[in-house]
C-alpha cells in the first residue's frame, strides 16, 4: 500500500512556479529499467526515471535517443507530456520517439496504449498535460550510439534569414541565437561525427567564468537598464565571436548547464516545408510564407521602437518537424521554436512584462502556440482556435478521468 503525505512542495528549477498539493504519494518498490529490446532498439522505462539517469544505461547498450532537449534533469514522463523539444527538421519533439505507454487512469484500471492498442488515446497521451492519468511506463525508440560535433560561429541576423534554408541543410541539428538590440547571432550545427571526444575551446573559461560575469552585469542592468544592449553586444564579443568546434556523445552535446534562473517564453510558428523533406503518412502539413524572418524581424523591430525595452540574450531559434500527436505545438505542421529569456540574475526579477506581451501578440500574429511547460498567458479560446484537435483531447480527457482528479489550477484554465 502507497501512503500519501502532506506538506510536500513542489517547485520548478528556477523557482518561477510551485505548487503544495493535497496530497503527495511515491511508488519505492518499482525497479528503474524495466526492459531494453536491444533488436527492436526499443528500451522501456520508469515515466518518473530522471534522463541523466537513462542516459548512462544506454550507453550500456550501445544505444541514445536520436534528439533531446537542452536539459536532462527532467523526467521521460514530464519531457513527453510537456511537449519538450530542441532542433532538427528530420526530427519531432521529444514525444515522437516515444512507441507505448502505459496509463493508470482516474478510476484504477491500467491502459496499454501504442499506435496498435488504445490509439486514440495514444495520439493524445504522448502530450498528456499530466492530465489523463499517472504515465507509468514509456516505450521509447531509439538508435545506435552516436557522437556529434558542434560547430558554433559568428553571423549576422540578415544572414541567417536570408539563408535558412541553405542552412538547415547543411546540419541535421541546426539552430541559432539572435542577441537582441543587435545584428549579432551564433549560428550551431551539431552533426554526427565518428571523431573521438575534443574541444577546440577552453571552456573553463568562456562557459564558467564568463558566465559568472555576465550573471554581475545583468545585476547591475538592473539598476541601470539601458546597459543590456551594451551587455548583449559585449558577450557576443567575448563567448561566440569566433569558430569553435566540440566533439561528444551525443547527450552531452544536446544538453547543458543553465547557469542561473532565468523566465522563459517558447512559441511554436508554422514554416513552409523545406525541400530537404521526404513524403510521410502524417497529415497533410501547413505551408505558406516564411514567418521565421517575419517573426523575429517584427520583434527586433519593436525594440528598436521602444528604447525602454530590454531584452537579454539569446533568442533561441529551433526547427522541428510536424506530428499527429494531438496537443503538440507541431501538430499537423513543420514548426520554428523562438526562445526568449530574461534572466534573474542572483534570484532578483527583472522588468519583463512590456517585452513579455510585445512577444506573445507577435506569435499569435504568426499563428504560434505555446510551449506547454513555459510562461504563457493563453486561455481555453486560444486553444480552440490554435488546436484543430483540442476538442478531441477534450473528450478523451473526460472520458478517462470525469470527476476532474488530475486537473490543477492550471489545468482548468486550459480546459475551462
Known sequence: MVHGYKGVKFQNWARTYGCCPEMYFQPTSVEEIREVDTEKKQVTVEAGILLTDL??????????????????????????????????????????????????MADGTIL??????????????????????????????????????????????????????????????????????????????QDHTIKPPSSSANWFWDYAIGFYLLEFLLWI????????GWINRFFFWLLFNGKKENCNLSHKIFT?????????????????????WVPSPLPPRAEGREKTKE????????????????????????????DDILLSPCFQRDSCYMNIIMYRPYGKDVPRLDYWLAYETIMKKVGGRPHWAKAHNCTRKDFEKMYPAFQRFCAIREKLDPTGMFLNAYLEKVFY
Open 221 to 228: 542592468s538592473t539598476f541601470l537598464p539601458g546597459l543590456v
Open 55 to 104: 542516459h548512462p544505461q544506454l550507453d550500456k547498450h550501445g544505444l541514445a535517443l536520436s534528439n533531446l532537449g537542452a536539459v536532462s534533469d527532467v523526467t521521460a514522463g514530464g519531457v513527453i507530456g510537456s511537449g519538450t523539444h530542441n532542433t532538427g527538421i528530420k526530427h519531432g519533439i521529444l514525444a515522437t520517439q516515444v512507441v507505448a505507454l502505459t496509463l493508470l
Open 295 to 322: 517573426a523575429l524581424l517584427e520583434l527586433k523591430a519593436m525594440l528598436e521602437a521602444n528604447p525602454k525595452v530590454v531584452a537579454h540574450y539569446p533568442v533561441e531559434v529551433r526547427f522541428t518537424r510536424g
Open 112 to 189: 496499454e496504449c501504442s499506435e496498435s492498442s488504445n490509439a486514440e488515446v495514444f495520439q493524445a497521451a504522448r502530450v498528456h498535460l499530466g492530465c489523463l492519468g499517472v504515465v507509468l511506463t514509456v516505450t521509447l525508440q531509439c538508435v545506435p550510439q552516436f557522437h556529434l560535433q558542434e560547430t558554433t560561429f559568428p553571423s549576422t541576423l540578415k544572414e541567417v534569414l536570408d539563408n535558412l534554408d541553405s542552412h538547415l541543410k547543411k546540419s541535421e541539428y541546426f539552430r541559432f541565437l539572435w542577441f537582441p538590440h543587435s545584428e549579432n547571432v551564433s549560428v550551431i550545427y
Open 256 to 276: 547543458y548547464e543553465c547557469r542561473f534562473k532565468q523566465h522563459v517564453q517558447d512559441w511554436a510558428i508554422p514554416r513552409p516545408l523545406p525541400q530537404v
